[in-house]
């Protein structure tokens, strides 16, 4: 029989607000980074876009861990919150790589319009 304890349940809290964290400042970034685009600022949507990468960066390293625990057998009760978290992670990414296509997309027509 496998035994929680709260230490256990407190670190996959702080990993699941991680996740949610990460992955909604990734999508902000991204937005922020079209917004950028839009206005022909193609410097800061660069830098947005490297910002979201970072947070998803740092939010994959939260999921990863909690993959490995999984991986070696300490097995955590799935709860709602988790997988409102797993939910953000991938729309935040689905997002991000939108944005990197809308930013190109912006700098093509951008190109167009100089000639």
């Given at each position: 029989m496998e035994v929680h304890t709260m230490a256990d349940e407190n670190d996959n809290m702080e990993a699941v607000m991680?996740?949610?964290?990460?992955?909604?400042?990734?999508?902000s970034s991204s937005m922020e980074a079209i917004m950028a685009a839009k206005k022909g600022d193609f410097t800061?949507?660069?830098?947005?876009?490297?910002?979201?990468?970072?947070?998803l960066t740092d939010a994959h390293n939260a999921q990863t861990g909690m993959l490995t625990e999984e991986a070696k057998g300490n097995h955590?009760?799935?709860?709602?919150?988790?997988?409102?978290?797993?939910d953000h992670i991938m729309n935040a990414i689905t997002f991000r790589?939108?944005?990197?296509?809308?930013?190109?997309?912006?700098?093509?027509?951008?190109?167009?319009a100089d000639k």
């Open positions: 991680g996740l949610i964290i990460n992955g909604g400042n990734a999508k800061t949507a660069d830098a947005k876009l490297k910002e979201a990468d970072n947070f955590v009760k799935v709860t709602l919150l988790m997988v409102h978290s797993q790589d939108l944005a990197g296509e809308i930013v190109d997309l912006y700098k093509q027509l951008d190109k167009k």
